[in-house]
């Protein structure tokens, strides 16, 4: 059962045998039915099925934030409750000079509360004016950045004194931050609410136009690659203090780069895709305009906007505006080795689980996230309400406008964070 932000999807048999019990339990079986988004009528507005979520939490911020990344902590792993995540999220305020990097604490992070738990405290809570004990808790602590931000980038090669952002401006610049002092200022009784003006780090002005495409490499520190609307995308070396971007840019392209993925086992290799419809893979040994050893043209039917590697299966997704998700195995790009079908707007983002190889997440235009896993191999749609969905599909959450980003935490298992028009959601389901 789905409600808004969330729906589980029941694999296999059980999910058929169930909607297709006897006479006896059909009324029962009626009201626990699987709920489609499709089947929303205007002016109707959903309620969560909390049954389906082991957590589940809401954060707006001051501003929407289209671009976050989730911080590598040292938490370490955690298996139980509460627990804290780290993130830097950046703004696109309606007022251009309102913007900021927003580096947030959310923490006090508990499952729900059991139904006759709340009823037994509610007449207590609804006199107790303080916020309860057991309340969520976001601080925040802000950093000035010109213009709004088009993506933002935490270094995975956190150290013990400086934390690594990477920030893409709509001004066609892009920064680099320190949140070493933002992240100890998060660890203080005190909640700023005031927005630091400091100058970054380094910043790079030698992309033709703003751009979107940024990622870190995981295997080599320091190292980045930047992408424009522009096609041209640049390398970052790190140096002593700061960084030296090479002009000779991989520009194979036909038109904007819209993401960039280091491959998480290769050191030298990376890929992109772009609103030429095309999914690229290169190889940063060779001259760069030579890099390009791979070209998957026509990967999708219209722009690739979103791509990710699987950690540790030689697989990588993609995600376009055809909304369409595929599977890509990168010792065959002749052909895509899955597709899928469900989203009903471009796909915006897509990140394979941080443990689970055959697991991943994608968000769509149509205000959903939803949750995929390629271990079930069966090839027949099951038909819930009259509607083929397909077997690999595990979950369905909403209740989000316009989302933008997800991300797996890295520490946190099973722990989905994702962005939107209106405000962050931090869960768990019990599928995942």
Not at 329 to 351: M, N, Q, W
């Amino acid at each position: 059962m789905m409600g808004e932000p969330g729906e589980e999807m029941e694999e296999g048999k059980k999910q058929i045998e169930e909607t297709e019990d006897t006479e006896d339990t059909k009324d029962d079986n009626e009201a626990q039915k699987t709920f489609l988004p499709k089947d929303i009528q205007p002016g109707e507005q959903l309620t969560p099925d909390m049954s389906a979520y082991e957590m589940l939490h809401t954060f707006r911020t001051r501003a929407s934030c289209l671009s976050f990344d989730v911080l590598r902590d040292r938490l370490g792993t955690r298996t139980g409750y509460p627990v804290t995540a780290y993130m830097v999220a950046g703004t696109q305020a309606q007022q251009g000079n309102k913007n900021s990097i927003i580096v947030m604490k959310a923490s006090n992070l508990n499952p729900p509360k059991a139904e006759d738990a709340e009823e037994e405290k509610s007449e207590d809570e609804d006199e107790d004016e303080d916020e309860p004990l057991d309340k969520e808790i976001l601080k925040t602590a802000e950093i000035y950045h010109a213009g709004a931000v088009n993506r933002v980038r935490i270094c995975p090669h956190v150290t013990d004194t400086r934390t690594f952002v990477a920030s893409w401006s709509e001004k066609g610049k892009v920064h680099i931050w320190d949140i070493a002092p933002q992240l100890s200022a998060l660890e203080t009784e005190v909640d700023s609410k005031d927005v630091q003006k400091i100058k970054p780090l380094y910043t790079f002005g030698g992309h033709v136009e703003e751009g979107y495409a940024m990622d870190w490499s995981p295997t080599r520190q320091g190292y980045l690659l930047t992408g424009d609307c522009t096609r041209h995308i640049h390398m970052w070396t790190p140096r002593e203090s700061d960084w030296i971007v090479s002009q000779q840019t991989y520009s194979a392209h036909g038109s904007s780069v819209e993401d960039i993925q280091w491959s998480p086992n290769e050191e030298h290799v990376f890929s992109s895709c772009s609103t030429d419809k095309s999914i690229r893979v290169w190889d940063d040994r060779a001259a760069a305009h030579k890099a390009c050893m791979i070209t998957v043209p026509n990967a999708h039917e219209s722009d690739v906007n979103v791509i990710n590697w699987n950690r540790s299966e030689p697989f990588l997704v993609s995600g376009g505006d055809d909304g369409v998700i595929k599977i890509w195995d990168l010792r065959k790009l002749d052909s895509h080795a899955a597709l899928f079908k469900h989203h009903t707007g471009p796909i915006t983002s897509v990140e394979w689980h941080r443990s689970d190889s055959s697991v991943f997440g994608a968000s769509g235009e149509d205000n959903q996230v939803s949750l995929w896993d390629l271990g079930v191999e069966s090839s027949e749609a099951l038909v819930i309400n009259d509607t083929e969905v397909p077997p690999q599909l595990l979950f369905i959450h909403q209740g989000q406008e316009e989302i933008k980003e997800l991300h797996w935490h890295p520490h946190i298992e099973g722990v989905l964070i994702t962005t939107s028009l209106d405000n962050f959601n931090i869960f768990k389901t019990i599928s995942v």
